[in-house]
């Protein structure tokens, strides 16, 4: 089955500076890559997902890039602010009827002031 | 939409109780997903349902869990008899396809003493 590892686990930057997360999946079918944020005591939220199909996506501050032969992907959040703080999530799929999200480890990322 | 509804949020319960936690999906969400969160594991997928139909509860942890859909707007997780071990989170999520966005609820926290 699908195996996702993440890291680090903890992050800190300087706030105005970027962050990067990275991670790496184990099925080279997953074709689907979401990112959640979990802010403290909340439910996780998507923040942004990209498929196979494409290399990099970016949305405003946040960006995610895939590299499809090493399997791997990150997140790219730039001029980070204080409510960027909370722990951020991977996961991968593909697409089936008995497809499902695996989840990696998580990263606490502080923004520090 | 209302989103996601689980109840109850928080439950508090003596070891050897039973536990019943519940979901509705998102209207028109054919996927639903139960997850358990705890520090030292993260997210888990413990069982997930497509159209009503268990698909994989290979991450059930043991005979003492059960989950049940017996329809499109409701589903239930069941501990019994519970244990202290079983202090977690518990999130159920919903999603029209297997790889599209999961919509989380506000999850249930479950403490057993």
């Known amino acids: 089955g699908e195996n996702v590892e993440q890291h680090p686990s903890t992050l800190s930057v300087q706030e105005g500076d970027s962050a990067v997360i990275k991670c790496t999946y184990s099925?080279?079918?997953?074709?689907?890559f979401p990112w959640y944020k979990q802010e403290l005591g909340k439910r996780p939220q998507l923040i942004i997902d990209?498929?196979?199909?494409?290399g990099e996506k970016k949305d405003q501050r946040i960006a995610v890039t895939l590299n499809k032969t090493a399997k791997h992907f990150s997140l790219h959040i730039t001029e980070t602010q204080p409510e960027d703080s909370a722990v951020y999530f991977c996961a991968a799929s593909r697409y089936s009827s008995a497809s499902k999200i695996i989840f990696g480890s998580g990263t606490r990322l502080s923004i520090r002031p | 939409d209302a989103g996601v509804i689980q109840s109850p949020r928080h439950e508090v319960t003596e070891m050897g109780q039973e536990v019943t936690l519940r979901c509705k999906p998102i209207?028109?969400?054919?996927?639903l997903f139960w997850y358990r969160q705890t520090m030292m594991r993260g997210l888990e997928l413990l069982i997930y349902?497509?159209?009503?139909?268990?698909?994989?509860d290979s991450g059930m942890p043991e005979d003492r869990f059960s989950a049940k859909m017996p329809n499109a707007s409701f589903s239930t997780l069941k501990i019994q008899p519970s244990e202290p071990r079983d202090s977690a989170v518990y999130f159920c999520a919903s999603s029209t396809t297997g790889d599209s966005p999961l919509h989380f609820g506000n999850g249930t926290r479950l403490t057993v003493t």
């Open positions: 349902f497509n159209n009503n139909v268990p698909i994989d």
């Open positions: 209207s028109g969400h054919d996927y």
């Open positions: 099925d080279s079918a997953s074709n689907y």
């Open positions: 990209i498929r196979s199909n494409v």
